[in-house]
């Protein structure tokens, strides 16, 4: 029916093979490495907000050319932990009490979804992330180890994102979550009165979720979130002398 027509060879089965194997990890470039360092020390409160980071000096601290750290700062300011003033250099966030009143308005929102839909296709699992990090959060505040509680209680409402099933909400989350997370160490880090009422407020979600009362869950996140926030704007009122 095709006279000039080539038979047609066997279909290699390479493709099937190549589905079985393993990728490999490639090596972080130095551009990420930078970004991961200065990112860290952005949410672990180890640069204070609006702290200057002039390329020669923070080149020189890292031990890096112009070229890697300036990729690193443009990735760090897509996630809003780093702004860039033309003419002036690179800074540390340095958000306003605008800026918390409505991060944790979009906060809030999309928790409160989240831990819904978590309720709904994926309790067990969150429920058993939720313990692990709430844990981990009680030995860091028994080892007074700020860092670390504010890491884990980061890692805490986490899990509501990572178990909700909806990429959309995971996603407008991640937009904000380094600052929140920054936000949170600065608050946390020197301050042990702090983690004892953020303590007791997860360990009330915690309770909350296990049992699968909705408006309880919903009641405590709203008061964590907004009294979060509330403390935060203290923390930047007193660093700014605003009363």
């Known amino acids: 029916m095709y006279p000039d027509r080539r038979p047609t ?3 290699s089965k390479t493709g099937e093979r190549a589905l079985g194997l393993k990728a490999l990890e490639h090596p972080r470039s130095l551009a990420e490495m930078v970004e991961h360092r200065l990112r860290d020390a952005i949410v672990n409160a180890e640069l204070a907000f609006g702290h200057a ?11 890096v050319s112009r070229t890697p750290l300036r990729a690193a700062l443009g990735r760090l300011a897509a996630l809003g932990l780093v702004t860039i003033v033309p003419n002036r250099g690179a800074f540390v966030f340095d958000p306003s009490l ?4 409505q991060l944790a308005g979009f906060r809030l929102m999309l928790e409160t979804e989240a ?5 709904d296709g994926a309790a067990v699992g ?3 992330e939720l313990r692990v990090a709430l844990a981990r959060m009680e030995q860091a505040h028994r080892d007074q180890d700020g860092t670390a509680y504010a890491s884990s209680d980061t890692d805490f409402h986490a899990a509501f994102f990572r178990n ?7 996603n407008a989350f991640a937009t904000i979550s380094w600052q929140v997370a920054a936000l949170r160490a600065h608050l946390s ?36 979130i907004l009294r979060a926030a509330k403390a935060y704007a203290n923390v930047i009122a007193q660093g700014t002398g605003s009363v």
């Open 189 to 224: 880090v020197e301050r042990s009165w702090e983690r004892d009422t953020s303590y007791l407020e997860h360990r009330e979600i915690v309770e909350a979720f296990a049992r699968q009362d909705r408006d309880k869950l919903r009641m405590i996140l709203r008061d964590h």
């Open 126 to 128: 969150t429920a058993a």
């Open 98 to 101: 605008e800026d918390v009143k």
């Open 115 to 119: 831990v819904m839909l978590c309720l």
């Open 53 to 63: 980071l002039p390329e020669d000096e923070t080149g020189l601290a890292l031990g």
């Open 9 to 11: 060879k066997p279909r």
């Open 164 to 170: 909700c099933g909806n990429l959309f909400v995971a």
